[in-house]
């Protein structure tokens, strides 16, 4: 399936974001924003504040806090978050039940046609990843810095949309 069949199944599909923080929060609001049914499980009960719950109710996004229920497994595609790890059960029975997990950022890679430079490994990325930015800003490449060290991608692609409807409404 291309990238482009991805994303318009997308209206099409249900969609588990498992994790309440910014990268999942972020990513439902994507998923959310291309037509996905869209519902978040997170393991704490204290995850969301009360902003973030105004902001769920408004965008008719449902949620669970406190624990994963079997509704996490009506789901034709998982968004994990980065702190899940492979051994949490709800993560070996999504595989045993063979349903597609991905990360935000592998999500948010589907909908940009600009290369992606990825910085990964355990020490040196928030200092190596702003190099780069700097690197590419000098050059008038226009980065966007994202990821762990802020701003999470799929937050970068629903602001920069926004930034194009502002931009073409104010010219109309």
Known sequence: MTLQEK???LARSQVTVLGAQRTGMAAARL???WGAKVFISDMDEDALSEKCIKELAKAGIEYELGSHSERVYDADL?????GIP???LVVQELQKLEIPMISEVELASWFVDSPVIAVTGSNGKTTTSTLISKFLDINDLNPALCGNIGNPFANELLEESESSKKKSSSSK
């Open 7 to 9: 994303i318009h199944s």
């Open 31 to 33: 998923l959310k924003q």
């Open 78 to 82: 998982v968004i994990i978050s980065p």
């Open 86 to 88: 492979e051994s949490a």
